[in-house]
DNA sequence: AACAACCCCGTCAATAGATC
DNA sequence: GATCTATTGACGGGGTTGTT
């Protein structure tokens, strides 16, 4: 944390170091004076020291609501590089830059957890203080234990800020998100390196769980069978079998909860085949819904402009984006010539919007 | 009715590490 | 060595819901 500062616009009062390495390299102790930056005028950096801080240079500072900042100047003192998790105490492991909690049942692992998953599938409702707050209370201790909160609605009640309507929601959200693709099962479950990609392409080799978890008991032909994917090395192939073998139970216990569906198969249909595309700018329609056009047209859609990019489609204001993929030579469009891309197909390929205002009235 | 708390979204770059 | 994936991170605005 640091005092409150205006960089480009915004008061930042944090900044992430990363690692230990980050530490080391800057020099950094408490009580230090830095220099920040916002990377991409977006996420704030400590790019410098610039000795220690004084009583003076806290003076006039104020919260970005205008509130005054009182805290006091803290001692000068060395950084201490944790050796245990804050949360549970288990000793930290270390994991290439990164210091990492190896507990599977630490608490805050839990919430990371279930926020993943909850993120993945696009299943709202579930911010940081309801996940502490439903693992706190005992009333969720695994992914599984979500989807049995209708059961418990007593109970879900008596937490803060969960009334009729919120658990309505929530449960409602629950039901409805509980269909899913085997892949999609996959990368929500927040095994480490297994995203969305990852999980497509093991998807395209093992078709259904019961056959993935019957890999373990032959690990090293699964490992093999893996590697033969194209993409999959030996490294990711062992993080999914370990992933799953050390949630084995979980696992099963949630798959039990949630229903798999077939995936589209036909996703390479259509005239987009296989053109990646990235969305910039200020747009007229929402970006998810510009994404799935294009998705239903084969195409893909990725976040950051790379040389092997086909097509930027950009909006109004785009910043950097387009200054990278001109750069780059990457084409860029605009909406209209991606509207005639798509064919026409445009309207058709959206999903209906929620109906809840006319259809109902 | 006013306020507070919470959640989501949009914004984007920079890592580290894996794979080929 | 080039290219890709996955992940993280801070803030403010806007919407919704709960509480007083």
Redesign the pocket.
Known sequence: R?A?VIVS????????L??K??VERLGMSIGDKVRVVR???????IIEVLGRATVGDLKGRT???GSPFNQELPEASEIIVPTKCPRCETTLAV????LKCINLDCPSRLE?TI??W??KL????????????LCSSGLVSSLADLYRLDERKRELLSL????????N?LLKELENSKSMTLSMFI?AL???????????LICSEVETLEELIDMLQHREEAVERL?K?????????N?LLDGISDRKESIIDLYSKIIIVEGRKTISQGTLNGETFC????LSR???EIALSIKAQGGKV???????LDFLVS?D?????M??ATRLGVKIIGEDQLDDLLGGGILTDIPKPRQSTLGEF
Not at 9 to 16: A, R
């Open positions: 640091i409150p616009g915004v008061t930042v009062e944090n900044t992430t990363h690692n390495g980050e990377r991409g005028d977006v996420i704030p950096k919260h970005s609501d994991d290439g830059a990164f990371r926020l993943y909850c993120r696009e299943l709202d409702g579930i911010g940081e203080k309801l996940a502490e707050q803060d800020r969960m009334a009729e309507k919120s658990a929601n990368s927040g095994l480490p390196r297994i995203g969305p990609e990852i999980a497509t590697v994917i194209d993409r999959i090395g030996e490294v990711v192939a993080l969305i910039t700018g200020t929402p970006r998810k990725v976040s950051s402009v790379s040389g092997n909006g204001s785009s910043g950097s984006k200054e990278k």
